[in-house]
């Protein structure tokens, strides 16, 4: 039924690559185009599939042909009785993927080349769409982010296996601009179907994804009593209670201390633990600890210890950063039960929160909620307890530079380190969104075993991407400047090989628009104009409404406004 489109050439300049030559008048063999060979393996005719990695010309035209612009070379090369463009020439390299094995649900490379002369064939849409993607569109445990790059939109969907990412962690790595935030919509949409039903924390920085609201009201996510829940915590909804900050997280709201402050610090926090451990402790509680662990000289008649100047330095540190603050409070908490449920997606919206509060809220609710799930996990906590989480978390964080930064010491990074590391026995999943993989700790990066990659230019990030993703070819990490917005590569765990992608469309409105900052320009103009001519002719109304009282009240209003007199 296929017409072979080149023949086998030979083996590559590596053992996993071939060579075969094809005159491609239709230019049909794409960059990131995939083809098959047809061989035994082990008593089988298997299809061994391959991608597309470069292309030459071996025979062009010469140079001579071109000198006229106006003139196209073919009708040159007709005069002349050169060969027709049909015999134009083109060397494709290609590596080698294997046959895919439906009981292994995976490509196994034969290690043997492909005999010289052999036909090469291109990949037909209903192989790839049955070979390419772990499992199918619309089934339990897919996601469906888009169709394959080099056929026809919708023609090959691909679909993520979400029990890759939920178990060994996701990255999506793009430049401003390329449709990152679009694409982290497109795979929520698709956690929160019918389908899959997931538990989603979004700590959302820029306050983009409050728009998710939407799928509660459309058929798509609904099905039978199934309809899924967003809820959206402001900033003025957010609190963490004090008694849940951890020494570093202190350490770190409270920077440059000295070396007595910090050895203070430490143990008043001691002695709160100590002495408050049944119903927690507040801040003023926590004072008091400071105060009593504190090295004051001693009055001997009293027995009264004396406040020395660290520790008045220390409690007026901490009363500035957290009796004033609006997200650190004696009583109230962000409860575990309200922001994770299956079929519910939480939305964190800290735009309007100091960058150090950020990391310090979003270290302590991945602590509270990685502890909760191994206790659960262990049977320590049982229903109705606080504590008991007893299904599995998925937890994105946009801008994730932030809360992970390279050579920078941040309280979240700790903790996200620790997640990465050993969340998949628990059920804890982390979803990395930034910009700037460049700013990222190569630690945190390294450990997603799941990628989508879009537009990158910077050379910087460009390296660190290189460096600490290990399942993205080569070839396909040249492809990264060249993508356009919506274009992504997808590789790692969940696909069963790296595939070049278009997003598509979203179900829900998208939040993360760009400003049109000459569109607002000229309405603020126009408005803006609009209201000075009301206000220009306000005068002149009232001296008409006059007029009949004094007629020299309009003759010398007229004559004021005409000298530029308001």
Request: a negative charge.
């Amino acid at each position: 039924m296929n017409q072979p489109i080149g023949t086998v050439k030979g083996p590559g300049e590596t053992p996993h690559e071939f060579t075969f030559i094809a005159p491609d008048p239709e230019r049909r063999v794409k960059h990131g185009e995939f083809v098959y060979y047809i061989t035994d393996v082990d008593g089988e005719t298997r299809q061994i599939i391959g991608r597309v990695t470069a292309r030459a010309s071996v025979k062009l035209f010469p140079d001579s042909f071109m000198a006229d612009p106006g003139v196209p070379p073919n009708e040159v090369a007709e005069l002349l009785g050169y060969d027709s463009p049909e015999s134009e020439l083109f060397e494709i390299t290609v590596a080698v993927l294997g046959y895919h094995s439906a009981s292994m649900g995976d490509f196994i490379n034969p290690r043997v080349p492909p005999v010289g002369g052999a036909p090469v064939y291109i990949a037909d849409d209903a192989l790839l769409t049955q070979v390419l993607s772990k499992g199918e569109k619309a089934q339990l445990g897919s996601a469906h982010l888009g169709s394959l790059l080099s056929r026809a939109p919708d023609a090959v969907p691909v679909a993520l296996d979400v029990r890759g990412f939920t178990s060994t962690h996701l990255a999506i790595i793009a430049s401003t601009g390329s449709g990152k935030s679009y694409l982290a919509g497109v795979l929520l949409e698709e956690m929160m179907m019918p389908y899959n039903r997931a538990s989603v924390l979004i700590v959302d920085p820029h306050g983009e994804y409050d728009t998710l609201q939407g799928m509660q009201n459309l058929p798509a996510f609904s099905e039978g009593n199934y309809k899924p829940r967003v809820r959206i915590f402001r900033p003025d909804d957010v609190r963490v209670r004090i008694d849940t900050l951890t020494l570093a997280d202190l350490r770190y709201l409270l920077p440059n201390l000295s070396d007595k402050m910090h050895y203070q610090l430490s143990r008043a926090f001691a002695h709160a633990q100590r002495s408050y451990r049944s119903g927690g402790y507040t801040l003023e509680q926590f004072m008091q600890s400071v105060r009593e662990t504190g090295e004051g000289p001693r009055d001997e008649e009293t027995g009264v210890t004396e406040e020395d100047p660290t520790t008045g330095a220390l409690i007026w540190r901490l009363g500035s950063v957290l009796k004033n603050s609006r997200i650190f409070n004696d009583f109230e908490n962000l409860e575990l039960e309200e922001l994770f449920r299956p079929g519910q997606c939480t939305v964190l919206q800290l735009n309007e929160v100091d960058q150090r509060e950020q990391q310090v809220i979003a270290a302590t609710l991945l602590r509270r909620v990685y502890q909760a799930r191994m206790d659960t996990a262990k049977g320590k906590v049982a229903r109705g307890d606080k504590g008991y989480i007893p299904f599995p978390v998925f937890c994105l964080l946009e801008e994730a530079h932030n809360y992970a930064p390279a050579n920078a010491d941040a309280v979240s990074s700790d903790v996200l380190k620790q997640i990465l590391s050993e969340g998949r026995k628990f059920g804890v999943s982390i979803g990395l969104i930034s910009q700037r993989p460049g700013k990222l700790d190569s630690d945190v990066l390294s450990q997603c075993m799941t990628q989508c990659i879009m537009r990158i230019t910077n050379p910087i990030d460009q390296n660190r991407i290189a460096e600490s993703v290990e399942s993205v070819g080569r070839d396909l990490l040249k492809e990264l400047p060249s993508l356009s917005k919506g274009q992504v590569i997808v590789s790692g765990a969940s696909v069963n090989t790296p595939v070049m992608l278009r997003v598509r469309t979203r179900l829900t409105q998208h939040g993360g628009q760009s400003v049109d900052a000459p569109a607002e320009w000229q309405q603020w103009f126009e408005s803006d104009r609009a209201g000075q001519d009301e206000r220009d002719s306000a005068p002149v109304a009232s001296a008409m409404h006059d007029f009949d009282e004094d007629p020299d009240m309009l003759f010398a209003t007229s004559r004021s406004r005409g000298r530029g007199v308001s």
